[in-house]
């Protein structure tokens, strides 16, 4: 079992920043990929990017450029660094553990709560 805590959502302008934080505990943390998914009201969940136990890491293109994954695995924490956010970045977001690398939700066993952000003008 894995459990998954994000935290660092809140109220931000446009071109504005946040740090989300994925804090895990149970098994393995380091062999576990960990995606960061969001959901906006009214719109399904879709992938934003993942990060594997190695390093490697794959982002949506509405995000590239602007956000970073990272992980510390001495502190069982993935990150997710938004910067120059934007309206529509405005969602609940999620984080999620899974055995490979993958932008599909079904990928990824473990959930966390989610932490909500948003992004105001």
């Known amino acids: 079992q894995v459990q998954l805590v994000e935290s660092g959502g809140g109220l931000v302008q446009v071109g504005g920043s946040l740090r989300l934080s994925c804090a895990a505990s149970g098994r393995t943390f380091s062999n576990n990929v960990v995606g960061w998914f969001r959901q906006a009201l009214g719109n399904e969940r879709e992938f934003v990017a993942t990060i594997s136990g190695s390093g490697g890491t794959v982002y949506v293109d509405s995000v590239k450029g602007r956000f970073t994954i990272s992980r510390d695995n001495t502190k069982n924490t993935v990150y997710l660094q938004m910067n120059s956010l934007k309206l529509e970045d405005t969602a609940v977001y999620y984080c999620?553990?899974?055995?490979?690398?993958?932008?599909?939700?079904?990928?990824?066993?473990?959930w966390g709560q989610g932490t909500k952000v948003t992004v105001s003008s």
């Open positions: 999620a553990a899974g055995p490979r690398l993958s932008t599909l939700s079904r990928s990824y066993n473990y």
